[in-house]
């Protein structure tokens, strides 16, 4: 076997709270999956990151499981044998913080074909806040999905899917899981293999105060799941395009745009087009430096990848950006922070308010 060349590393969450981790598998009897043939039921996995106490003799979570953690590296030409993906902050099965409440929910959507995983940083950044973030594996678009039994799921999306009807998957996805939080809030265990869950965990969900952010297609899918599902009373994207009716239609509640440094709603007509929709306090933010996969994991790992790759510097910033990796995390982590701190927690947040000399590579677009 040897010695694996590369040890991946991410950055470290900068909350003031530990970090705890469940995975849980949902399945939802009254949806078939609308990407296989026989009629099988819609069965999601999702991450559950949020505030902890009494870490210590918890295992810190890896950054995606073995089995798809493999079939992750196969595609980019990788093997376990070479590179060891990352150990996330989330201690698994520790109790959550009881002394913080009920906690604001947040769902995460990722880019199509890529995995819940691709929000980890900021997820985990984000419950080290004080909330409860929930990334939401789109099972059969996403390129891998480990199930319980070690049963791995693959992309097994059309090639001519619309994008529309799979940001209408999405949003039903998303409303499945909003349903099993709800269960999970009143002390039920929605896992069909009643897996032990955190200490606390029902007493933490606020079912009240839910917000949804997303990167890439899963941008456009927050945007989809607030129009399906009203309980979502915020929602941020990140860099994704629009597609089909959903950004032509009134959203009245807030809603944050935050893009790149080569993309805004001045050469997106899609973005142009939900602005205007917009009802709801409404902000529109820039990140100067990042590209388009700054807003996900590959912004953190791909540079650590890039000798075994062979990835010239011209191809890196094309893709990732000029920015610092790990600052390009701290402030998407600050910006969404603010915005659901003052959406969801009622803290109003100066940084909502224009430049800050804190951020300079943040700019408002009027």
């Known amino acids: 076997m040897g010695t694996p060349l590369l040890h991946l590393a991410m950055p470290a969450p900068t909350g003031q709270h530990s970090v705890g981790m469940?995975?849980?598998?949902?399945?939802?009897?009254?949806?078939?999956?609308?990407?296989?043939?026989?009629?099988?039921?819609?069965?999601?996995?999702?991450?559950?990151?949020y505030p902890a106490t009494?870490?210590?003799?918890?295992?810190?979570?890896?950054?995606?499981?073995?089995?798809?953690?493999?079939?992750?590296?196969a595609t980019r030409g990788l093997s376990p044998q070479r590179v060891t993906l990352p150990t996330t902050a989330g201690h698994v099965l520790a109790p959550v913080n009881a002394t913080l409440g009920r906690l604001p929910v947040l769902l995460y959507s990722t880019g199509l074909?890529?995995?819940?995983?691709?929000?980890?940083?900021?997820?985990?950044?984000l419950a080290s806040r004080g909330y409860l973030v929930v990334t939401v594996d789109h099972t059969h678009d996403a390129n891998e999905v480990q199930f319980p039994g070690?049963?791995?799921?693959?992309?097994?999306?059309?090639?001519?899917?619309?994008?529309?009807?799979?940001?209408?998957?999405?949003a039903a996805d998303i409303r499945f899981v909003i349903d099993e939080l709800g269960t999970i809030s009143k002390g039920g265990n929605p896992d069909p293999g009643h897996p032990t869950l955190p200490t606390g965990l029902s007493k933490a969900v606020d079912m009240?105060?839910?917000?949804?952010?997303?990167?890439?297609?899963?941008?456009?899918?927050?945007?989809?799941?607030?129009?399906?599902?009203?309980?979502?009373?915020?929602?941020?994207?990140l860099d994704g395009q629009f597609f089909g009716t959903a950004p032509s239609k009134d959203l009245d509640r807030p809603f944050m745009l935050f893009s790149s440094g080569t993309h805004n709603r001045n050469n997106d007509e899609s973005w142009r087009t939900l602005w205007s929709h917009l009802k709801g306090h409404r902000?529109?933010?820039?990140?100067?430096?990042?590209?388009h996969q700054s807003f996900s994991d590959n912004e953190w790992m791909v540079p650590q990848e890039a000798g075994?790759?062979?990835?010239?510097?011209?191809?890196?910033?094309?893709?990732?950006?000029?920015?610092?990796?790990?600052?390009?995390?701290?402030?998407?982590?600050?910006?969404?922070?603010a915005f659901f701190d003052q959406e969801l927690r009622g803290k109003h947040s100066a940084l909502l308010d224009g430049p800050s000399k804190s951020y300079p590579e943040i700019s408002f677009i009027r």
């Open 113 to 125: 074909h890529s995995d819940r995983a691709m929000g980890t940083a900021l997820a985990q950044d």
């Open 283 to 291: 902000v529109d933010i820039q990140l100067h430096g990042a590209a």
């Open 150 to 170: 070690n049963r791995l799921e693959v992309n097994k999306m059309p090639a001519d899917a619309h994008s529309s009807d799979t940001l209408k998957v999405r």
């Open 208 to 237: 009240s105060r839910i917000g949804m952010f997303g990167w890439s297609l899963g941008g456009a899918a927050v945007d989809t799941s607030m129009q399906l599902d009203h309980r979502i009373a915020a929602g941020a994207d």
């Open 54 to 73: 009494g870490t210590s003799g918890h295992y810190q979570a890896p950054w995606m499981p073995s089995i798809s953690g493999a079939h992750f590296l």
């Open 22 to 49: 469940v995975g849980l598998h949902l399945v939802d009897k009254s949806r078939t999956d609308p990407y296989l043939s026989r009629s099988t039921p819609r069965e999601v996995m999702v991450s559950l990151w």
């Open 308 to 337: 075994l790759l062979g990835l010239s510097q011209a191809y890196r910033q094309k893709q990732f950006g000029t920015i610092d990796p790990e600052r390009a995390v701290k402030v998407q982590s600050a910006y969404l922070a």
